[in-house]
């Protein structure tokens, strides 16, 4: 099953610069950590540590919301479309945010 998925500019560095990758599974959830196991850190950029999807990360399953699709749950079929997007937000949150995923990428970069 390929499940084709996009990735946004501030994740590109875990996929050595791909747009879009390819990846399988029933789940998102099943998605993310098959991602994970060819691009490693991905998925943590994504998940908390209490394994829901960070709040500064919107999901999209044939743009069609995750969150409304039962969030890491979400049902995928082949030939699906999930699309990654950082949400757009200000503030210090945001902002720190932003730069703990920029400086993870300027440090693969240095390897």
Not at 2 to 28: F, N, Q
Not at 69 to 98: E, M, N, R, W
């Amino acid at each position: 099953m390929a499940i084709e998925v996009r990735i946004p500019t501030i994740l590109r560095s875990y996929t050595g610069g791909a747009k879009v990758v390819d990846g399988t599974g029933d789940t998102l959830a099943d998605l993310l950590t098959d991602l994970d196991s060819r691009h490693g850190g991905l998925r943590g950029r994504l998940i908390t540590d209490a394994g829901t999807l960070h709040r500064f990360v919107n999901v999209y399953v044939n743009d069609e919301d995750v969150r409304f699709l039962g969030a890491l749950d979400a049902k995928l079929s082949d030939g699906d479309s999930v699309t990654i997007l950082p949400a757009v937000a200000g503030g210090a949150f945001g902002f720190a945010a932003a730069a703990a995923i920029s400086s993870h990428g300027a440090a693969v970069a240095a390897r």
